[in-house]
Nanobody, 119 residues
Framework: QVQLVESGGGLVQAGGSLRLSCAASGRTFSSYVMGWFRQAPGKEREFVARIYWNGANTYYADSVKGRFTISRDNAKNTVHLQMNGLKPEDTAVYYC????????????WGRGTQVTVSS
């Protein structure tokens, strides 16, 4: 199994920055994708960003493109989400997820970390 543990959430004013981290442990895969999702109160969980195991391919939701950056540190089995220019609408619980292959569903999820952006 895979364990994903998020950290770095908190309260920040609009325009500020936060850096989320997700530490992965357990089973390893030859090719996998790691990503971030978020869920605001009363809304469906939505995709934010993802990165391939080799860091060569990243993809972002339109709502965060140009403000958020996903990166990975393979030596530490960690993926980061640098969030700049935060807006109140970015307020949500942010979840780390792992897709154990490029063409398979997101299978492993962390417990989430709260991000609150005040106006």
């Amino acid at each position: 199994q895979v364990q994903l543990v998020e950290s770095g959430g908190g309260l920040v004013q609009a325009g500020g920055s936060l850096r989320l981290s997700c530490a992965a442990s357990g089973r390893t895969f030859s090719s996998y994708v790691m990503g971030w999702f978020r869920q605001a109160p009363g809304k469906e969980r939505e995709f934010v960003a993802r990165i391939y195991w080799n860091g060569a391919n990243t993809y972002y939701a339109d709502s965060v493109k140009g403000r958020f950056t996903i990166s990975r540190d393979n030596a530490k089995n960690t993926v980061h989400l640098q969030m700049n220019g935060l807006k109140p609408e970015d307020t949500a619980v942010y979840y780390c997820a792992l897709q154990p292959g490029i063409t398979v569903p997101w299978q492993y999820w962390g417990r989430g970390t709260q991000v609150t952006v005040s106006s």
